[in-house]
């Protein structure tokens, strides 16, 4: 069963405002999807099926790239990559 207080509409800047609390934090939103009847799930991509979470350490994210980098980076008017050849950090 739902709340049925006072609260504010949710179009409204302080039902935005609320809205936006909930929407933070893991407890309130568990707390609405009950009172709304609905499932809590954890998970909050698009596929909440079983086979995605039996799966889901499987899942290689992609690696550090190590390409060599086109740029140079100035600071203080140096180039970081001549500390390198001086022996100073």
Do not use: C
């Amino acid at each position: 069963m739902a709340f049925k207080g006072d609260t504010p509409d949710p179009k409204s800047s302080k039902g935005k405002k609320l809205e936006k609390i909930v929407s933070h934090n893991p407890f309130l939103k568990k707390m609405r999807a009950q009172s709304r009847g609905e499932k809590y799930s954890e998970i909050v991509s698009g596929d909440n099926s079983e086979e995605y979470k039996a799966n889901y350490d499987k899942i290689a994210w992609g690696t550090r790239d190590e390409t060599p980098k086109k740029y140079r980076v100035k600071v203080n008017g140096r180039y970081v990559d001549e500390d390198k050849d001086e022996g100073h950090s």
